[in-house]
């Protein structure tokens, strides 16, 4: 299995995820959106973006341990954050980076109204890639 994260030349270099990510070989696996909630369902940070972030992030690499996976094997995510502001980018880079070190996967990021939980500030969902 190989993953190949790429910015071609053409477009522009992003500090924080690939514009193109082809992953080959291997089992493809979907993570459902992680929201900042505990292993008891408790959420964790209200009214604090940055821990929320952080939460999240840990919910990822347990689900992706849970199949034998790390963040190197995710191939993109998709964020939602609830009024989104620039401002919010930089605890999100933080918390991020922490997780990711140097993976950047294909990315997007969404400013919504709402998630499911009015306590939510984030949720992020993903896709990886793991060896067969």
């Known amino acids: 299995m190989t993953i190949e994260r790429m910015n071609p030349d053409g477009l522009s270099k992003p500090a924080a995820y690939s514009h193109v990510v082809r992953a080959r070989g291997g089992s493809t696996v979907y993570l459902a959106g ?7 369902g408790d959420v964790v940070g209200e009214g604090d973006f940055a821990a929320q972030a ?15 996976g790390d963040f190197s094997h995710l191939v993109r995510t998709t964020t939602y954050i609830v009024n989104y502001t620039p401002e919010l980018r930089e605890a999100l880079a ?8 140097d993976v950047k996967p294909a990315s997007t990021l969404l400013g ?6 009015p306590a ?13």
């Open 34 to 40: 992680q929201t900042p909630i505990d292993s008891n």
């Open 54 to 68: 952080r939460q999240v992030f840990a919910n990822i690499r347990t689900a992706l341990a849970a199949v034998g």
């Open 94 to 101: 933080a918390a991020r980076s922490e997780a990711f070190g």
């Open 112 to 117: 919504v109204q709402a998630l499911a939980n």
């Open 120 to 132: 939510y500030l984030i949720e992020i969902e993903g896709i990886a890639v793991l060896p067969d």
